[in-house]
């Protein structure tokens, strides 16, 4: 499939420095076997597809986002491609509180985690910033604060696991571009953040990774079940 094509780079590309730079061995699928894994944003795009392949993986998942309708398909399917189990919690990721109860609830349908990642964001459209505050605040609370919530609230369990955490960004966020300033700040955020944490974790000898992933432009156009029309021009 074409679509495959589109999207097996990248996500390979995920796992693989994932991988690479967390431990000095070679990915195999097996090492996801029986992983207690989240994803979040999984209703549609990277993280629909990221759900499949730990699906493929035979990886346990639970996936969230807010459209219950898709996220009901997507678990069915990740049960077909042979995930060791997969289960899905909808609500939005605006609300702190559900963040943090999503996490426990998660925890406790698989019985532990192993990997976290965060993918969801808002959604955007490129426009010339034109002061409007409600759409800053959004992508940060969304974007940013929701991923500080959602790592914070999981880490005693992926302490327990020798866990990591992924957090999926964007060339955005390494490099400023012209009329996605909200977007952009709240991935330039997420390495902050991340990055400094990362830090504390080597220092305190914390044995959680954690993993910044930057992606350049994809065009998930495909069959999924969902699709927006304007993704080719998009420049996230
Ligand atoms: N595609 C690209 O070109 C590209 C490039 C660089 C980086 N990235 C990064 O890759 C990740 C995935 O991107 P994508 O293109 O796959 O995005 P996408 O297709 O727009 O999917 C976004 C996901 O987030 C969920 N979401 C939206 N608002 C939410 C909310 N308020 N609470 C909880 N979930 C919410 C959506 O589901 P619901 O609407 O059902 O909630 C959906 O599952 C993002 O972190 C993005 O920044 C993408
Ligand atoms: C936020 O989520 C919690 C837990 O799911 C829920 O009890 C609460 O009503 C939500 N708040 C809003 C404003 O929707
Ligand atoms: C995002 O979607 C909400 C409705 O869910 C809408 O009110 C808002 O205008 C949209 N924002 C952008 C930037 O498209
Ligand atoms: C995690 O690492 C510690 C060493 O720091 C080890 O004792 C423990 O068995 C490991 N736990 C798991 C679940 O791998
Ligand atoms: C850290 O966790 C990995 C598994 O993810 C384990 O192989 C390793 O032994 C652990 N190292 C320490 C120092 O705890």
């Known amino acids: 499939m074409a679509f495959m094509k589109k999207y097996l780079p990248p996500i390979l590309g995920i796992f693989l420095a994932y991988y690479y730079y967390s431990?000095?061995?070679?990915?195999?699928?097996?090492?996801?076997q029986g992983k207690k894994v989240i994803v979040t944003g999984a209703s549609k795009g990277i993280g629909e597809q990221m759900a499949y392949h730990l699906a493929k993986m035979g990886a346990h998942v639970v996936v969230t986002a807010r459209s219950k309708e898709n996220l009901k398909k997507i678990v069915s399917h990740c049960m077909e491609l042979g995930a060791a189990s997969a289960h899905y919690i909808a609500g939005t990721m605006e609300n702190m509180t559900f963040a943090e109860q999503f996490v426990a609830k998660a925890g406790k349908l698989m019985g532990g985690l192993d990997m976290l990642i965060l993918n969801h964001i808002t959604n955007t459209s490129m426009n010339l910033f034109s002061g409007d505050i409600h759409i800053v605040r959004r992508s940060m609370e969304v974007n940013f604060l929701s991923y500080v919530v959602l790592s914070a609230t999981a880490l005693p369990m992926l302490k327990q696991s020798n866990g990591s955490i992924v957090v999926v960004s964007s060339k955005a966020g390494k490099m400023a571009s012209p009329l996605i300033a909200p977007y952009s700040a709240s991935k330039f955020a997420l390495d902050g953040f991340f990055s400094s944490i990362r830090m504390e974790h080597s220092v305190a000898k914390i044995n959680v990774s954690i993993t910044l992933c930057i992606l350049g432009l994809i065009n998930t156009?495909?069959?999924?079940?969902?699709?927006?029309?304007?993704?080719?021009?998009?420049?996230?």
Do not use: C, I, K, W
């Open 221 to 236: 156009a495909g069959p999924t079940y969902t699709r927006s029309s304007d993704r080719a021009h998009r420049v996230l």
């Open 23 to 32: 431990a000095n061995e070679e990915f195999r699928p097996e090492m996801l």
